[in-house]
């Protein structure tokens, strides 16, 4: 069991602590509760002179109203760190963090936000150029190998794929359920209701357990809009809010050469398998699961994906399908170079890469990943 006291130091702590006093604005976005306010005390613990500001506070929303540099530097006292919780709940927030970053000063702001939408919208054009950018996750596979070793956590694999990442989730063992619940319940449609005009938050949760059940299959929005009674514009613009807030992300179809690829398709997977099994309320052991299958996939893409984010690899990512059912599971584009990877759960059922693919794009290298080589797929080379 983890100690909930006990410090898992995220792969952003190095990352965030070299840019500090470097005369630009930090910015920090993810998900509510992954852990952004726990890794910004975990860096400044032994700094001093540090200020923080919660945006959810309609005081500190006041205070930054239409304010100039020299009242919000006022404000500042001597302090030289200003972390700024939530900041996409203050309007022109990135007109006011460009004041103070060209106010010559020498104050550290950090900003955080849990709505990529509008912390997106209000500071990166005011901050272009002014601004350091990174985006944070649950938990890692990576990041808990760090913390008590790969032997371990692959004996921790089949926990992590029904309960996922999510840091209080991991450092409560035995408290999963009830602590996903309470996420889901309280947090993961929080920033969507209050920003936005929700008119059938009901209808919201219909549409993410749709989502749910279809992880790792291609998502039609026409068929969505008939499972929640709702027009195919709204479950597309749902499906947008809640990209935005760090629920769920899109895998675009690849299509280069061929007529009969699939080119306007995307599939859709949650950032976190324990939020995504929380919405259909399915526990259950991977190794009596239905849709294993699909779980697995989630896993794999999700944790691919924070793997390429901490470590700077920057690649395109893809599915491929045609009109004839062939399917890769996932490609990833960098380099000038193509990588076409199957996904399996089952190490010994085989997987060959279809011909019509290799044919096309004869260079792509193919790969398997199963749990028994995860931990290579998943850790630095």
């Known amino acids: 069991m983890i100690n909930n006291s006990v410090m898992i130091e995220r792969f952003l702590y190095k990352i965030i ?11 920090l976005a993810g998900a509510r509760q992954v852990g952004k306010t726990t890794l910004l005390k975990q860096i400044l613990r032994n700094k001093e002179g540090v200020l923080w500001l919660n ?10 109203n239409n304010a100039s540099a020299d009242r919000l530097l006022s404000e ?4 030289k760190i200003v972390i700024l919780d939530e900041a996409q709940r203050i309007k022109d927030i990135g007109l006011r963090l460009k004041l103070i970053a060209d106010a010559d000063s020498d104050i550290q702001m950090i900003a955080t936000g849990s709505s990529a939408f509008e912390l997106a919208n209000k500071v990166n054009e005011p901050l272009t150029g002014r601004k350091w950018e990174y985006q944070m996750f649950p938990l890692s596979f990576g990041e808990m190998v760090a913390h008590h070793g790969k032997m371990k956590e692959m004996r921790m694999l089949p926990k992590r794929i029904v309960y996922g990442y999510y840091p209080e989730v991991v450092t409560n063992e035995g408290n999963e359920v009830e602590i996903l619940k309470l996420l889901t319940d309280a947090y993961l449609y929080k920033d969507i209701l209050s920003w ?27 068929e969505l809009s008939q499972m929640c009674s709702l027009d195919s514009k709204t479950v597309e613009r749902y499906v947008t809010l809640l990209e935005q807030c760090y629920i769920i992300f899109r895998l675009p179809s690849f299509s280069r050469n061929l007529r009969h690829e699939l080119k306007a ?10 939020i995504r099994n929380a919405l259909i309320a399915d526990y259950s052991a991977p190794e009596i699961r239905q849709d294993i299958g699909a779980l697995w996939e989630n896993f794999v893409v999700s944790e691919r994906m924070k793997c390429n984010e901490y470590y700077r690899r920057w690649v395109n990512r893809y599915f491929w399908r045609t009109t004839q059912q062939q399917e890769i599971d996932y490609l990833e584009e960098g380099g000038g170079k193509l990588q076409a990877y199957e996904i399996k759960w089952n190490a010994r059922k085989k997987a060959t890469i279809t011909k019509t693919f290799t044919d096309a794009y004869p260079d792509t290298a193919f790969k398997v990943i199963t749990p028994d080589n995860i931990a290579e797929f998943l850790l630095p080379e």
Do not use: C, W
């Not at 959810?56 to 930054?64: A, I, T």
């Not at 549409?207 to 998502?219: E, H, K, P």
């Open 265 to 274: 398709s995307r599939k859709i997977y949650f950032y976190d398998n324990g």
């Open 55 to 64: 945006g959810d506070e309609m005081q500190v929303q006041n205070l930054f």
């Open 17 to 27: 602590e070299d840019k500090l006093f470097k005369g630009k604005v930090i910015v």
């Open 76 to 79: 500042f006292g001597n302090n």
């Open 196 to 222: 936005e005009n929700i008119k059938h938050p009901d209808k919201l949760q219909t549409l993410l357990r749709a989502l749910a059940y279809q992880v790792g299959s291609q998502v039609s929005f026409n």
